[in-house]
């Protein structure tokens, strides 16, 4: 019951914080320092993207690389941070699923371990039963030859001859 619950939970928040990323996205460059924050880090992303681009292409990477305009990088910077927001959630959604998954397999586990201690338990109760009840029959043998009534408690050697042999049937 509570999986389908967490599932429909997770996708919920992950279609929610697409509104909320388009919502980052337009406020971002409102406030004049968080502005020119995105703006040199929409710079400095242009600048690795550039260079790397070259460097995959054979290109010469000692070339000046043009800054973007100052809009082109608020929309760049903009689209970083919503993508960015995004994929938070997502990873946190995979996180709590993964964290979620692996406590209920070691709680299995636990039940496992538990379950085999007590088979293990039974089996050697089983086997110190046994070897009482072998001890009492022995006794009762010995009883039973003291009082000469060996014939009718030899069950072990009720179809074996006094020299071993089994008899014919």
Known sequence: ???PVVKLGTLALKTMCKPI???LKKDAGLHPKFRQFIINIAQANHRF???M???IYGHATNVEIRPLNEEKAVQAAADLVG???VFTVAGAAVIFEVQRSSRSEARKEELRKQELQALKQRDEDLAREVEQLKHKLEELEQLAKGQ???GLFNFKHA???EDGKALPN
């Open 159 to 161: 179809h074996v001859t």
């Open 49 to 51: 993207t550039t260079t």
């Open 53 to 55: 681009q070259r460097r």
């Open 21 to 23: 990323a388009a919502r």
């Open 148 to 150: 000469g009534l060996s």
């Open 83 to 85: 993508e960015l927001f």
């Open 1 to 3: 019951m509570i999986l």
